[in-house]
Nanobody, 126 residues
Framework: QVQLVESGGGLVQAGASLRLSCVASGLTFSSRPLGWFRQAPGKEREFVAVLSGSGFSTRYADAVKGRFTISRDNAKNTVYLQMNNLKPEDTAVYYC???????????????????WGQGTQVTVSS
């Protein structure tokens, strides 16, 4: 049974940092592109960042470039999202997702991701 479990969300003030973690089980973790998405209240879920299976390639949404960093630790079956200089507009439920083994990096289309976590809430106050 595949499971992706996010953690690390919380309530912070604008300008603060948070690191989200997502631990995967039940699937071959390495060589699998991993992504983060978010959904704000009343809005559709949107792409945040994606990391290639090799860990060498990344893509970010324009809204988070220069502030967020996606990384992975294959030994721990974990993908991270380091979020710095958080803004109120970053408030959302954050989801991690995984693509099929050996898939390309892709453009961040959520339809490409077959495995999803349940999400962790991030709230940024002004």
């Amino acid at each position: 049974q595949v499971q992706l479990v996010e953690s690390g969300g919380g309530l912070v003030q604008a300008g603060a940092s948070l690191r989200l973690s997502c631990v995967a089980s039940g699937l071959t973790f390495s060589s699998r592109p991993l992504g983060w998405f978010r959904q704000a209240p009343g809005k559709e879920r949107e792409f945040v960042a994606v990391l290639s299976g090799s860990g060498f390639s990344t893509r970010y949404a324009d809204a988070v470039k220069g502030r967020f960093t996606i990384s992975r630790d294959n030994a721990k079956n974990t993908v991270y999202l380091q979020m710095n200089n958080l803004k109120p507009e970053d408030t959302a439920v954050y989801y991690c997702a995984a693509r099929e083994h050996n898939s390309p990096l892709g453009s961040g289309d959520e339809a490409d991701f077959g495995f999803w976590g349940q999400g962790t809430q991030v709230t940024v106050s002004s």
